[in-house]
């Protein structure tokens, strides 16, 4: 906790007073990661397997071929499983701790004990089997999935080996554990949610500094030059991303004319630039769009009809995160939304998604691009406190001077806390980022 604390200090004082945030060392970030994890494991993951049902969760997963959830259970210092490593959650009951087992030749981490010893037993199957079996448990949940990838990790093979280890009648009690593990990777814990707003902070820097005089020389630059501006500043600064960041252009030129020219695109002035761009640290993600205009000569400021569409682009926002309730499937969320959204005017698109230890995470999925009527299955998934979420759409508006539309396409990342409110992580983009900013055109 003491360490957990002194960290956060460190991030707040350097984001307060530095210009570039602070950046733990790999050494530093591997101690946070841990403490995180351990916290998650005592107190989030007992509430979650009892809400689901269950009392024994099993995820397991063999070197090479990892299983989506069993990476966020695992110490920093793991950079994937080794051999075979089972992992065993059991709830032992309400008044007393969970116990976490793990059958490997060593301790996976600091919660995970050592339940096995190959010098005894040789066969670490019959060995999962007979920790199973020991315990009795009514409700055996593994990673087998239909609907969510991220909780269908365990392979053909290792679930054959499992039913016919545990033989009757403990083979009628394994079962999916969509649901709990789909639960243990949208829910967010406090302590992850007092370094997330660093994390998101450190994305919004690195798109500001991106989006600037710094790295943009308009009539030179292209858009796959500050792409890879970008790739490079993510290296850099020793943090990881998720996805390829793309930047493009809108401008004020016939479309046929527009998609004629050689891509990549130099960026000129009066051009309308978007980014979409994302980080990992500390095993969290962000995805972020943002817009910047690049001034022309004699412009102090972009044009008001852009400002217009940006304000439609927030609109769209409040209109989906008021519909934010819990128990509210991400269908109905779209549907409602979209039917205020045209109501007012807007032409929406909604393509909401979860956000956590995956980019593209397990949770409530609101709309995809080409989903605008609901999407199956996820989409059927309630809302639930304590997740996170990346609020991304687009809304198609007409720019009468530009005799053409365009699309304001945003995305920031929100938070649905325990009292049923919504709030951006670090804010959300309000304002276009222009280009050269003010204290360069004050000659500041």
């Known amino acids: 906790m003491k360490y957990f604390l002194f960290a956060c200090t460190l991030f707040l004082t350097s984001l307060s007073f530095a210009q570039t945030p602070l950046i733990l060392s790999q050494r530093d970030q591997a101690k946070v990661i841990d403490e995180l994890l351990d916290d998650r494991l005592k107190t989030l993951l007992p ?54 087992l793990a059958v490997a030749r060593y301790d996976v981490g600091k919660v995970f004990k050592r339940a096995w010893d190959p010098d005894k037993q040789p066969d670490q199957w019959a060995q999962l089997a007979s920790i199973i079996k020991e315990r009795n448990p009514k409700k055996i949940g593994v990673n087998k999935a239909e609907h969510y990838g991220h909780a269908d990790g365990l392979t053909a093979n290792d679930y054959e080996a499992l039913t016919k280890a545990l033989g009757a009648p ?74 390829h960041p793309s930047v493009s252009i809108q401008r004020s030129e016939p479309d046929v004319i527009f998609t004629k020219r050689i891509q990549p695109l130099v960026i000129q002035p009066g051009d309308l630039l978007h980014v979409d761009f994302g980080i990992t640290y500390l095993r969290l993600n962000t995805d972020t769009q ?9 412009e102090t400021d972009a044009p008001e009809y852009l400002k217009k569409a940006l304000k439609q682009g927030n609109q769209l926002q409040d209109i989906l995160t008021s519909n934010f309730v819990l ?8 549907a409602d939304s979209r039917k205020q959204a ?11 998604h979860p956000i956590g230890y995956h980019g593209h995470a397990a949770g409530t999925t609101i709309g995809q691009w080409d989903m605008q009527n609901g999407v199956p299955d996820t989409g059927d998934y309630p809302l639930h406190y304590n997740t996170a979420y990346s ?33 951006y992580i670090d804010g959300r983009q309000k304002t276009l980022i222009v280009i050269p900013g003010a204290s360069t055109i004050n000659g500041q």
């Open 47 to 100: 509430a979650l397997m009892r809400r689901e049902g269950f009392d024994m969760w099993v995820v397991m997963s063999r070197e090479y071929n990892e299983d989506p959830v069993i990476k966020t259970l695992l110490p920093a210092t793991w950079m994937a499983a080794r051999r075979t490593t089972m992992l065993v959650m059991f709830d032992r009951g309400a008044k007393e701790e969970m116990e976490y």
């Open 170 to 243: 403990l083979q009628s009690r394994v079962v999916s554990a969509e649901k709990l593990a789909v639960s243990w990777l949208e829910t967010r814990s406090d302590k992850e949610m007092a370094i997330y707003p660093q994390i998101c902070r450190i994305a919004h820097e690195i798109i500001q500094q991106g989006f600037s005089d710094r790295v943009i020389q308009p009539g030179a630059t292209t858009t796959e030059d500050v792409v890879w501006w970008y790739r490079e500043k993510i290296k850099e600064l020793k943090l990881d991303t998720w996805f």
């Open 290 to 298: 943002q817009h910047a205009y690049i001034l022309k000569g004699g």
């Open 327 to 334: 128990g509210k499937t991400g269908n109905q969320i779209l």
């Open 342 to 352: 045209l109501a007012q005017g807007l032409t929406p698109s909604i393509y909401t």
């Open 391 to 423: 609020i991304e759409l687009n809304v198609t508006t007409n720019i009468a001077e530009w005799k053409k539309d365009i699309q304001i396409k945003l995305e920031e990342d929100g938070f649905f806390d325990d009292q049923g409110k919504f709030r």
